[in-house]
């Protein structure tokens, strides 16, 4: 590895909205260098999936999908004239901000920065929380792999599908499900009352028709090496069958703290997010965190407000 290729004023990690924001508002501020490194092959992180309309409503004025949202913040990126590596793993960072990474083009490099922004978003997670065979068969998938399979890549994850799980995340997908051309055969919600706000449930729920299963678990799933169906049932009684060729499961979606545990930063022993001050600032100096990498799953205008209120915090802190 090279010893140190060049210095920036701000180097950001990860390039979704609130990244993207704290990059923009750093630039804005006349900060001069300012680098936004982003691990996948285009900015926007988790809202290049998103293509249902919804976002964007307090910063622009009127709701648009996801994606022509963050066209928008990129757009805003290249005009600024912030710096972007893409397909960017960031290895590791040291307290005195030496930033190594590793891309296709550069291989192994080390950077110098003044500021940090940590805004690695979130993951899905499974913690064991759901009783099915994951390895047994193919058709099983998280929520938001079948998101990303149906609008990035164009493929249904099965045509009859089985939805464990009712929060408002895994509803937009059902809706996009159906949109596509599958049919939802169920919602298995093991409470006793759907965990979807009130708009959720009566513009998707209910104005698709789609099954709801109250109280209800899965005991079972059958096939031989794809899913064919589950049993389900309530309180270990009332078995019936639901004949299915895919199941999506809802899991918790955590943060991507991994960096900034390496380094030492404080994080919260319950919810793995970083812990920071009323200024976005961790318990390192000059190294900040925003967006899902603090709450996991986060309204897009809250993750871009807070991005910008990083640009302005890092502002201060240059000039101290």
Not at 283 to 309: M, P, Q, R, W
Request: net charge negative; glycine share 10%; hydrophobic share 40%.
């Amino acid at each position: 590895m090279e010893n140190i290729l060049c210095e920036y004023d701000v180097v950001v990690v990860g390039g979704g909205i609130s990244g993207m924001a704290a990059a923009i508002r750093s630039k804005e501020n006349g900060i001069g260098k300012v680098l936004l490194l982003e691990r996948e092959d285009v900015l926007g992180g988790v809202l290049n999936h998103c293509i249902h309309c919804g976002f964007g409503k307090e910063i622009l004025g009127e709701a648009v999908t996801g994606s022509e949202f963050v066209e928008y913040l990129v757009d805003k990126v290249h005009k600024l004239g912030i710096d972007v590596k893409l397909n960017t793993t960031v290895l590791e960072i040291s307290k005195d901000k030496e930033i190594s990474y590793v891309n296709p083009d550069e291989g192994m490099k080390k950077m110098k920065t003044r500021a940090i922004v940590l805004s690695t978003g979130s993951r899905e997670k499974f913690k064991g929380n759901v009783s099915v065979p994951l390895n047994k068969f193919t058709g099983i998938y998280t929520s938001g792999t079948a998101h990303r399979f149906i609008n990035l890549y164009g493929y249904l994850p099965g045509k009859k599908i089985v939805i464990i799980g009712s929060h408002d995340s895994d509803m937009i997908v059902a809706r996009r499900l159906i949109i596509e051309g599958a049919k939802v055969e169920a919602i298995i919600e093991s409470k006793d009352y759907l965990n979807s706000s009130q708009y959720i449930v009566e513009n998707i729920i209910e104005a698709f028709d789609i099954p709801v299963k109250l109280g209800y678990t899965v005991n079972e799933v059958l096939g031989t090496e794809r899913v064919e169906g589950v049993i389900i049932s309530k309180g270990g009684e009332e078995e019936s069958f639901i004949k299915c060729d895919s199941l999506l499961i809802s899991v918790p979606w955590i943060p991507e703290s991994a960096l900034g545990k390496k380094m030492g930063l404080r994080i919260s022993n319950s919810s793995e997010t970083i812990l920071v001050n009323e200024n976005f600032e961790t318990s390192e100096s000059g190294i900040f965190a925003c967006g899902n990498v603090l709450h996991a799953y986060e309204l897009s205008d809250l993750a871009t407000k807070e991005g910008f209120k990083v640009g302005d915090a890092i502002k201060e802190y240059l000039e101290e």
